[in-house]
């Protein structure tokens, strides 16, 4: 995708959906025009990366059942994925009534980094992130090993401490430093 398609994406994010991205002690996804009756209250989550293992820092406001999302970003790396995830969740929220109180990230800067390109974020719901679970589970088959990454223990992440997940990102840039 060329720059200017990928800017003219950005303004789409920006001016359809009220999306942007906020770089600060983690990186903020900031929606607004989630709640048809407020479109200006903005719906955020802070994520951090550290030791590659996503953490959500914030949420604005508070959702259930992030803990598995989270669970499930790290076991993926599917990004695009948890960020559409969280804006249903927030538009689930709005349906009922919750409404985002101030935003408790700190930290962050009011300067933009690079959004997701166009084909990463939409309104539709992948409903629970249990069926990704479950195809992968059926099929008995590591995700990452058709990337080439060793195999994960099998051992349960609630019993062998923190899932970790490799982000390619981070694995291209260890490549490069190599060379």
Known sequence: ?????????????????GFRVV????????????????P???????????????????????????????????????????????RARFQAAAIKGVHPATSLCTNTSSTPISSPPAASVDTTSEGTTNQSHSRSRSKNQD???KRGAPPRSTASP?????????????????????H
């Open 1 to 17: 995708m060329g720059k200017k398609n990928l800017d003219e994406a950005i303004m789409w994010y920006n001016k359809f959906l």
């Open 23 to 38: 770089a600060g002690e983690g990186v903020k996804f900031v929606f607004s025009k989630v709640d048809m009756q407020s």
């Open 40 to 86: 200006d209250d903005e719906y955020s989550f802070c994520i951090k990366v550290n030791k590659d293992e996503y953490s959500l820092i914030q949420c604005t406001p508070l959702l259930k059942d992030t803990e598995e999302l989270v669970k499930d970003l790290n076991c993926t790396n599917d990004l695009f994925k948890f960020v559409r995830i969280m």
């Open 143 to 145: 995700p990452r090993a």
């Open 158 to 178: 609630l019993t062998s401490g923190s899932v970790t997940r490799r982000s390619p990102r981070f694995a291209a840039a260890d490549a490069g430093n190599r």
